[in-house]
């Protein structure tokens, strides 16, 4: 089973900025696409934002021109560049990748690493 790694979570203070990584377990060989969500406490899980096997890359509204996704989901790797950081984005973020296999979507999450926010 592929599992998902990330990392880089700390105390950041507002107005910060934090680098997250993720990577595979194992090589997904036929992977579409990797990215981010986050979670934050009594909320539902939100979509942060992805990059495709094309370099396309794709961001919710709420973190456009803060956040940068890069990576070479070839090789499984992903990163999140945040600026700009606000208390409101204080999280567990979770990185995910796709793949297509014999015509089955497959989906994989990391474990999560925890994003705090404060003065």
């Known amino acids: 089973q592929v599992q998902l790694v990330e990392s880089g979570g700390a105390l950041v203070q507002p107005g910060g900025s934090l680098v997250l990584s993720c990577a595979a377990s194992?090589?997904?060989?036929?992977?579409?696409?990797m990215g981010w969500y986050r979670q934050a406490p009594g909320k539902e899980r939100e979509r942060i934002g992805d990059?495709?096997?094309?370099?396309?890359?794709t961001y919710a509204d709420s973190v456009k021109g803060r956040f940068i996704i890069s990576g070479d989901i070839a090789k499984n790797t992903v990163y999140l560049q945040m600026n700009s950081l606000k208390p409101e984005d204080t999280a567990v973020y979770y990185c995910?990748?796709?793949?297509?296999?014999?015509?089955?979507?497959?989906?994989?999450w990391g474990q999560g690493t925890q994003v705090t926010v404060s003065s």
């Open positions: 990059i495709t096997s094309g370099g396309t890359t």
């Open positions: 194992r090589s997904i060989f036929s992977i579409n696409d």
């Open positions: 995910n990748a796709h793949e297509l296999q014999f015509g089955r979507l497959n989906t994989y």
